[in-house]
């Protein structure tokens, strides 16, 4: 069974930094390029980033370019999303997905962050 | 490429059939998914490539649609099917902050 974890969120200043996790597993993690997408409260989905399966391409959404960082871990079959100077608009559930033939075949349930004063 | 859906709020009963709309600002061909979303659980895949039903998914859901205009249809309605619904178009690679719909909420009439 395929499964997707999210971890990591919580309730963080503005300005501050958090690292997100997922971990996955019932698939080839290392075969799959994978995402970050967010929804904020009362909004649609929102792609944010995803890194692909060859290890190679990171790309960002506009609204996180150069706080974010995307990472992965192969062998530990785990995705990593940190983000930093974290804005109150950066306040949402955010999801990891695969990615099969440019559409999300996967998720995991979520994990919440708050960014908050 | 905008994706808009509507209704924003659909409400049916049980049993009857829901119809969805997507429409894109321009073509995408069939590269559009469909999503359902339900609070507390994962995101899941139901429709890819606009009318292919993704593994598990039951019969009666069914898309249709190409070039700008799409449509999710789920007859004899069930009560696990009232949820929010949401398009994806990739015909843009990598995906945009903008590449789903703002969604539909199906509710129980």
């Known amino acids: 069974e395929v499964q997707l974890v999210e971890s990591g969120g919580v309730v963080v200043q503005p300005g501050g930094s958090l690292r997100l996790s997922c971990a996955a597993s019932g698939f080839t993690f290392g075969d799959y390029t994978m995402h970050w997408v967010r929804q904020r409260p009362g909004k649609s989905l929102e792609w944010v980033s995803l890194?692909?399966?060859?290890?190679?391409?990171?790309f960002y959404a506009d609204s996180v370019k150069g706080r974010f960082t995307i990472s992965r871990d192969n062998g530990k079959n785990s995705l990593f999303l940190q983000m930093n100077s974290l804005r109150p608009e950066d306040t949402a559930l955010y999801y990891c997905?695969?990615?099969?033939?440019?559409?999300?075949?996967?998720w995991g349930q979520g994990t919440l962050v708050t960014v908050s004063s | 490429i905008v994706m808009t859906q509507s209704p924003a709020t659909l409400s049916v009963s049980p049993g009857e059939r829901a119809t969805l709309s997507c429409r894109a600002s321009q073509s995408v061909a069939t590269k559009l998914a469909w999503y359902q979303l339900k609070p507390g659980q994962a995101p899941r895949l139901l429709i890819y490539d606009a009318s292919t039903r993704a593994t598990g998914v039951p019969a009666r859901f069914s898309g249709s649609g190409s070039g700008t205009e799409f449509t999710l249809t789920i007859n004899s309605l069930q009560s696990e099917d009232f949820a929010v619904y949401y398009c994806q178009q990739y015909s843009e690679w990598p995906p945009r902050e903008g590449t789903f719909g703002q969604g539909t909420k199906l509710e129980i009439k």
């Open positions: 890194f692909s399966w060859d290890g190679v391409t990171t």
């Open positions: 997905g695969s990615e099969r033939e440019q559409y999300f075949n996967y």
